[in-house]
């Protein structure tokens, strides 16, 4: 890429874009042409200013970020973006990536990730933090969603995470309450939970909700 490769940073906490704006500055040929602490002011910019790279939080007020990316791409599909958020469920890094994400930092990575992700991005490469790759390798290794439980057992961890009672399960399956129960046994035992609120997590990890 000839000249300088033209930044904008998009953050609703300002510490964040300053933090960002010292490290990227004394990092390779980068210019930060523009930062906003608002996904909508930041496409208002974006209408008037050339950009190669957005860095954009993932979680603003106003906009969803899934929302803001899609948008940036479909205007300017040239501009490369990387998301950067605290969260690495897998649903949401999906959406994320989907929405045309090029990238996926983690908010607590290390310095070095970031400027890693912006080398390899600015380029047309894909970055994602090492601790997502990690979780995606382990993916691999462990069972799909489908064969770690049967039907019957996803059916009711996602009456579990809608807040059924036992009873409400039970007549909701035309099974008995103790089959309910059987089964929420075998279910905390396969998915390494052990409390309503660790299984309603794991619910909403694997999109059963």
Do not use: C, W
Request: glycine share 4%; hydrophobic share 40%; charged share 25%.
């Amino acid at each position: 890429m000839k000249g300088p490769l033209k930044i904008f940073i998009i953050d609703d906490h300002q510490l964040m874009i300053d933090g960002m704006m010292e490290l990227l500055q004394n990092h390779g040929n980068n210019q930060i042409i523009g930062t906003s602490t608002s996904a909508r002011q930041a496409l208002d910019a974006l209408s008037n200013t050339k950009v190669d790279l957005i860095i954009s939080d993932v979680n603003m007020p106003e906009m969803k970020g899934t929302e803001f990316i899609a948008k940036v791409k479909k205007l300017y599909p040239d501009v490369r973006v990387i998301a950067v958020s605290m969260h690495q469920e897998k649903h949401i890094i999906k959406d994320v990536l989907k929405a045309g994400a090029d990238s996926y930092v983690l908010k607590h990575a290390t310095q070095n990730e970031l400027l890693e992700a912006v080398d390899k991005t600015s380029i047309g490469e894909t970055f994602v933090s090492a601790a997502i790759t990690k979780m995606l390798v382990e993916d691999v290794k462990y069972p799909s969603i489908e064969e770690l439980l049967s039907e019957r057992e996803r059916e009711i961890i996602t009456l579990v995470a809608k807040e059924y009672t036992g009873r409400q399960i039970a007549e909701e399956l035309f099974i008995s309450e103790k089959t309910v129960e059987t089964h929420k046994r075998n279910i905390f035992r396969k998915t390494n939970t052990s409390t309503l609120v660790g299984l309603t997590k794991f619910a909403i990890e694997h999109q059963l909700v």
